[in-house]
Structures are given as C-alpha cells and as structure tokens.
C-alpha cells in the first residue's frame, strides 16, 4: 500500500539553527501538506502547496518557515531559525489523486527538539 | 474562518462499553471528517461525510451528520481496547486552497 514517508524521524537541534524536514509524498497526489503537533495538542494546520506553490498557510507559517519541492518527489519543510517554541511533531500528508478524493495520508512525522 | 468544536475532551469507558463524540459547528458545513490517532501514531483517515442527515457505519464505528450540517457524531459500540486513541473531526476546505482543519480531539481511554 503507498505510503506518506518522512526522514528523519527525529531531529534534534539548537536554538538558532536551521533544520530541514524531508517528506516523500504518495506518488500520484496533487495536494501536500504539513502539520504539527505540540506534545498533547491538537494536530495544527501550517501550509498546504498545489501545483508547485503554497495555495494557503496558517498564521503560525512565518517567514522562519519555508516548503519546497525541488524535485518530483520530495516536499520539504525548511525552519531558518529553530526556537524552543518549534519542538512538536511535524507531519506530512499528501491527498488528491482524483476529483473527489479529499483523503489525506499522513506520514509517521518527525519529532524535533529544539534545545 | 469556518471552525469546530468538538466534546468531550476526554473519555475514560470500561471495555465493553459504548463511546460517542460529538463535533458542533456554528455554520453549515460543507463535509465532516474523522480521523483517529493511536498513541504516538499519525492521524489516520476514518471517513467522510457530505450528505444531510448522512448515516455510515464501519463495523462497530457508527457517523452521523447532522441534518442541518452543523454537528456531526462518532458512536463505538461495545469498546475494544484496539479502539484507545484521539478520534477527530476535521473539515476539509477545498475552494481556492485545500486544507484539513483539525477539531480539538476527543481523547479515548479503556479500562480492561
């Protein structure tokens, strides 16, 4: 069964530092997406990309935070300047391989610790 | 911006005993949602509605939407303790842009 496949699965890094986050979506998805999670929340919306650019991103997607595709299959999320306030699971999810399919595919996420 | 509330927060039940959440809206919604996360798992699709007053089951999973399309249910019969995790309820915007708007979660533990 396809697969949303994200490296590594936890990262940890000093304040300041920029990390990147890898995800390979599902091979035939249109819509891509990353999320996080702070330890016991809830699963927060940070951007979505179609059709090679950002379609819509929440307000905790500042300027620290960058997505890119760079080739036809990785989706990466790019944090310039980690803060301690970034530690959370980061999930990928990709959707979208017809009219009508809304059904999202997450990947197992990164756990990334700022320190 | 068009949101979901979702209740309980948390639910501790005896196996063997049913469970519901309950997800309200202020607005007519378009489509609800409902995705389970396993303890340190990822959200995993369960189903989505779309129609008034639709009805779908999975097994021992019963989802309701509202017939006015401002609330929807998740209802466990007989709770296994496979079923422990947070169940969602999620509203997928597809206009212009396409994103998964996350309900705050209803926590489900099992006693055995």
């Known amino acids: 069964e396809p697969e949303v496949t994200q490296t590594p699965s936890h990262q940890v890094t000093q304040m300041g530092q920029e990390v990147i986050l890898r995800c390979v979506p599902i091979?035939?998805?249109?819509?891509f997406y990353w999320y996080r999670q702070i330890l016991g929340q809830k699963v927060e919306f940070l951007v979505s990309?179609?059709?090679?650019?950002?379609?819509?991103k929440s307000e905790i997607f500042d300027d620290q935070f960058s997505v890119e595709r760079p080739d036809g299959s990785n989706f990466t999320l790019k944090i310039r300047s980690t803060k301690l306030e970034d530690s959370a699971m980061y999930f990928c999810?990709?959707?979208?391989?017809?009219?009508?399919?809304?059904?999202?595919?997450f990947g197992q996420g990164t756990r990334l610790t700022v320190v | 911006g068009q949101q979901v509330m979702q209740i309980p927060q948390y639910q501790h039940v005896q196996e063997g005993e049913d469970f519901t959440t309950y997800c309200n809206s202020s607005?007519?919604?378009?489509?609800i949602q409902w995705y389970k996360q396993r303890p340190g798992g990822h959200p995993v699709f369960l189903i989505q509605?779309?129609?008034?007053?639709e009805v779908k089951k999975q097994k021992r999973l019963t989802f309701q939407f509202g017939e006015a399309k401002k609330n929807s249910s998740l209802h466990i019969t007989a709770t296994q303790t496979t079923d422990v995790g947070t169940y969602f309820c999620?509203?997928?915007?597809?206009?212009?842009?396409?994103?998964?708007?996350f309900g705050s979660g209803t926590r489900l533990s099992i006693r055995p």
């Open positions: 509605l779309v129609k008034s007053g």
């Open positions: 999620n509203l997928y915007l597809y206009s212009s842009a396409s994103k998964i708007i």
């Open positions: 091979s035939n998805h249109l819509y």
């Open positions: 607005t007519t919604l378009s489509n």
């Open positions: 990309f179609y059709n090679n650019e950002i379609s819509e």
């Open positions: 999810a990709s959707s979208g391989e017809g009219v009508g399919s809304t059904e999202a595919f």
